[in-house]
């Protein structure tokens, strides 16, 4: 169907897509007081980059890529999220080698195959912040507080900080051991994933939501009472930076995320109006995803946070996000053989960074006033050939319904002082 969109995506349209900038600019504006800087990777990458990047046993690899193969039969796969190719870009062009740490963020596009619904679809958008090269627990309680005060510029309330930690490899090994003797008798209660899980990943059935799993969980030993003297440090330390830092959070030993590569610190943020789905980002720390890669031992720590579902999370609470539309200046013509005098007008105007815009469907005089009105503009700039002979025009005011002659001369002056009357 050449007219219907693919499944799971959306068209983001005049009116919702300031939305989105908005929430763009913020988190650029936000990113440059902490001193992070843009990074913009391709939209597709070599597929075994999410296979060791991401982890063979996750849902993404398993279940959810969308991967094919290009023209000389390489298997591509479109990016289901922001940080291996954040580490694969950090590798090839040797970001490590400079002065650490390095700090960086992106916008943009990521898509996973899955059953569409409000706020997840197959298409999404991600913003997300990556830190490589310090271990310093200070970090991690940066890129939380960095998340959570997004989250309170865009307006969003009702947030809640989820964190755990998922310990090191050194952990984990003496707890898989420990949670699979507990799991072993209660194994054919388990959901086929999650029974599949057991031998493969048996931490990562924690983060199942069949409610049967669940069950069988409670009172399962978590990686939490596991942790080796190390991560326990890190761990009391985050936790002591957000309590001096004023930040609420709750421990929840069965947080472990969805991705093979964290290690030690692991957080979500959760709002309770978008329903049952009410995770709206997370992240965590990752100190040997760039070693997995074939990089050099490199500590690292990021999160992606869902714009989606931000929107949908702010709809949810009524917040609006104002939409500025229309121009500052409409030139409406009087008559005809002025167009030439109106795109010279309009010419001087935007270089002098007024927005403006004219008729370009032939309308009559009272048509272009209504479509000002429309539009919407602020102004409108009404020539007329006798006007223009004595080198004036009307200007209306369309917010204020007040009229004036105004000299040639005095147009862009004119124009400048009602725009920053009305800012």
Not at 55 to 65: A, F, L, N, R, S
Request: hydrophobic share 35%.
């Amino acid at each position: 169907m050449l007219t219907h969109r693919p499944r799971g995506t959306e068209d983001i349209l005049p009116g919702a897509s300031e939305k989105w900038q908005y929430l763009e600019e913020k988190a650029r504006s936000l990113c440059r007081l902490y001193g992070y800087r843009e990074i913009r990777t391709p939209i597709f990458e070599h597929t075994e980059l999410f296979l060791r990047g991401v982890g063979d046993t996750t849902d993404i690899v398993e279940k959810e890529m969308y991967t094919f193969l290009d023209r000389s039969e390489r298997s591509l796969t479109l990016r289901p999220e922001g940080t291996a190719p954040v580490v694969r870009a950090l590798l090839e062009h040797r970001l490590y080698s400079g002065v650490l740490p390095v700090k960086l963020f992106y916008l943009g596009p990521m898509f996973r195959y899955g059953r569409p619904q409000a706020g997840r679809l197959r298409q999404f958008h991600q913003f997300g912040v990556e830190v490589f090269g310090s271990r310093d627990p200070g970090v991690d309680a940066e890129v939380i507080v960095l998340a959570m005060d997004f989250y309170r510029q865009v307006g969003l309330e009702n947030t809640e900080l989820r964190i755990n930690s998922v310990g090191c490899p050194a952990c984990r090994a003496a707890h898989r051991e420990k949670l699979k003797a507990y799991l072993r008798p209660k194994l054919p209660g388990l959901c086929p994933t999650c029974q599949n899980r057991f031998e493969r990943n048996p931490l990562r059935i924690f983060d199942c939501k069949s409610e049967a799993c669940r069950e069988l969980l409670a009172g399962a030993p978590t990686i939490t009472r596991s942790l080796c003297p190390d991560c326990a440090e890190h761990f009391r330390r985050v936790l002591r930076y957000l309590d001096d830092l004023g930040m609420e959070y709750v421990l929840d030993e069965g947080l472990v995320r969805g991705l093979d590569y964290y290690t030690k610190t692991a957080f979500e943020i959760t709002v309770p109006d978008i329903g049952a789905q009410s995770s709206i980002g997370g992240g965590g720390r990752y100190d040997g995803l760039v070693e997995a890669c074939g990089g050099p031992p490199t500590p690292g720590i990021g999160f992606g946070l869902g714009l989606e579902r931000i929107l949908l999370a702010l709809e949810a609470q009524g917040k609006e996000i104002e939409v500025a539309g229309g121009v500052d200046v409409l030139v409406v013509t009087a008559g005809s053989g002025l167009e030439g005098a109106a795109m010279d007008l309009l010419k001087t105007l935007r270089e002098h960074r007024i927005a403006a815009d004219k008729d370009y469907m032939g309308r009559s005089l009272k048509a272009q006033m209504k479509y000002a009105h429309r539009y919407p503009a602020r102004l409108v700039i009404i020539l007329g050939e006798e006007e223009l002979k004595e080198r004036k025009v009307t200007v209306r005011d369309l917010l204020r319904g007040e009229q004036q002659e105004v000299a040639w001369e005095d147009i862009i002056p004119y124009c400048r002082r009602k725009k920053e009357s009305e800012g």
